[in-house]
């Protein structure tokens, strides 16, 4: 199925060209793109044709953060009845898994995501749609925006910034965005801070205009459901950099048992072994190409003991050592 998403954000984009400098009518048809598209955020846009846009907007401004400036302009407004609903939750832990339940209407190849570990939370994004543009770009987008979710929600700001990206010439950018420097080089884009934090109250939350909400977003988009394959690696990519990847741990997260999660995997031609190397070599492509992480570090955040494993998986995968690839 062929990963697209709302429009939503990028309405920034062309305003974001014009203070670089930048026609941004050139720009956009330059990547092959219609700028009437980025004019309403309920447009669709597919994941290649928005990574081939910020690609172009990075080249045509050589700005090595263009995709952060196009993302920190925007908060809940740019998720339409989504953010709308956020705000009425009764907790940040609602509002985020708001965004991430409803984040399959409407975005196929990326998935936002909550996970807890030792008392730690970490709301991520990532982009599973293979052979994207500009991942590191649109990823920083969207943690920008999450950033300003939470300062917007809870009034709160992360303790800690995750970025799957190589450290730029230039970190000032971040810093005055976000405080502080975040983690370049890191295994996933994540915002990170103490789960106590996700029993915070959101202010203005609101149970009756919720419910009326709940409604609306059910029946405004008419999409097809995702089939449980595209639902398995959904879940796969945002997981399998924490030691929880199992067939036991996504099925009860589903609700299903693992035999009847297999079956029905099987039904549609595949298995969840298989899932789950698709999702370790998207990942480690993705860090190869857009991280300095040592192969070793990133052998160990694809829950391997020995690197040999991985560069043996590795090579079944693409045909070549994890070296030779990331030299490519």
Same mark, same amino acid.
């Given at each position: 199925?062929?990963?697209?998403?709302? *429009?939503?954000?990028?309405?920034?984009?062309?305003?974001?060209? %014009?203070?670089?400098?930048?026609?941004?009518?050139?720009?956009?048809?330059?990547?092959?793109?219609?700028?009437?598209?980025?004019?309403?955020?309920?447009?669709?846009?597919?994941?290649?044709?928005?990574?081939?846009?910020?690609?172009?907007?990075?080249?045509?401004?050589?700005?090595?953060?263009?995709?952060?400036?196009?993302?920190?302009?925007?908060?809940?407004? +740019?998720?339409?009845?989504?953010?709308?609903?956020?705000?009425?939750?009764?907790?940040?832990?609602?509002?985020?898994?708001?965004?991430?339940?409803?984040?399959?209407?409407?975005?196929?190849? &990326? =998935?936002?995501?909550?996970?807890? @570990?030792?008392? =730690? !939370?970490?709301?991520? /994004? !990532?982009?599973? /749609?293979?052979?994207?543009?500009? =991942?590191?770009?649109?990823?920083?987008?969207?943690?920008?925006?999450?950033?300003?979710?939470?300062?917007?929600?809870?009034?709160?700001?992360?303790?800690? *910034?995750?970025?799957?990206?190589?450290?730029? #010439?230039?970190?000032?950018?971040?810093?005055?965005?976000?405080?502080?420097?975040?983690?370049?080089?890191?295994?996933?884009?994540?915002?990170?801070?103490?789960? +106590?934090?996700?029993?915070?109250?959101?202010?203005?939350?609101?149970?009756?205009?919720?419910?009326?909400?709940?409604?609306?977003?059910?029946?405004?988009?008419? *999409?097809? @459901?995702?089939?449980?394959?595209?639902?398995?690696?959904?879940?796969?990519?945002?997981?399998?950099?924490?030691?929880? =990847?199992?067939?036991?741990?996504?099925?009860?997260?589903?609700?299903?048992?693992?035999?009847?999660?297999?079956?029905?995997?099987? !039904?549609?031609?595949?298995?969840?072994?298989?899932?789950?190397? @698709?999702?370790?070599?998207?990942?480690?492509?993705?860090?190869? !190409?857009?991280?300095?992480?040592?192969?070793?570090?990133?052998?160990?955040?694809?829950?391997?003991?020995?690197?040999?494993?991985?560069?043996? &998986?590795?090579?079944?995968? #693409?045909?070549?050592?994890?070296?030779?690839? %990331? +030299?490519?």
């Amino acid at each position: 199925m062929e990963g697209r998403q709302r *429009v939503g954000a990028l309405v920034e984009l062309p305003q974001v060209l %014009r203070e670089l400098g930048k026609d941004p009518a050139g720009v956009i048809a330059g990547a092959g793109i219609n700028l009437d598209l980025l004019r309403n955020p309920e447009n669709s846009i597919s994941f290649i044709e928005l990574g081939r846009l910020i690609e172009a907007g990075v080249a045509a401004t050589g700005c090595q953060h263009f995709g952060f400036l196009v993302g920190q302009r925007s908060g809940t407004a +740019s998720l339409g009845l989504v953010g709308r609903l956020m705000h009425t939750a009764p907790t940040l832990k609602d509002a985020i898994l708001d965004l991430c339940t409803n984040q399959r209407r409407y975005v196929r190849g &990326a =998935v936002t995501y909550l996970v807890i @570990q030792d008392d =730690v !939370a970490f709301w991520g /994004y !990532a982009v599973h /749609y293979p052979g994207v543009q500009a =991942v590191d770009q649109i990823s920083d987008g969207a943690i920008a925006i999450g950033f300003n979710m939470m300062r917007e929600l809870v009034g709160a700001a992360p303790e800690e *910034v995750r970025t799957s990206r190589r450290t730029p #010439s230039n970190v000032e950018p971040y810093r005055r965005f976000f405080g502080f420097v975040p983690r370049f080089d890191a295994e996933q884009h994540a915002l990170v801070f103490p789960a +106590s934090l996700l029993d915070r109250p959101v202010r203005g939350a609101n149970g009756e205009l919720r419910r009326i909400l709940e409604k609306s977003i059910a029946a405004y988009w008419a *999409v097809e @459901q995702p089939c449980v394959t595209d639902t398995v690696t959904r879940m796969l990519r945002a997981r399998v950099i924490f030691p929880d =990847v199992s067939l036991e741990e996504v099925a009860s997260e589903l609700s299903v048992r693992p035999r009847t999660l297999n079956r029905r995997l099987q !039904a549609e031609g595949k298995s969840f072994r298989e899932l789950v190397n @698709q999702s370790r070599f998207e990942v480690a492509r993705q860090l190869l !190409a857009g991280t300095r992480m040592d192969i070793t570090d990133i052998a160990l955040a694809l829950g391997y003991a020995e690197l040999s494993g991985f560069s043996h &998986a590795f090579q079944r995968w #693409s045909g070549v050592a994890p070296s030779e690839w %990331r +030299s490519n």
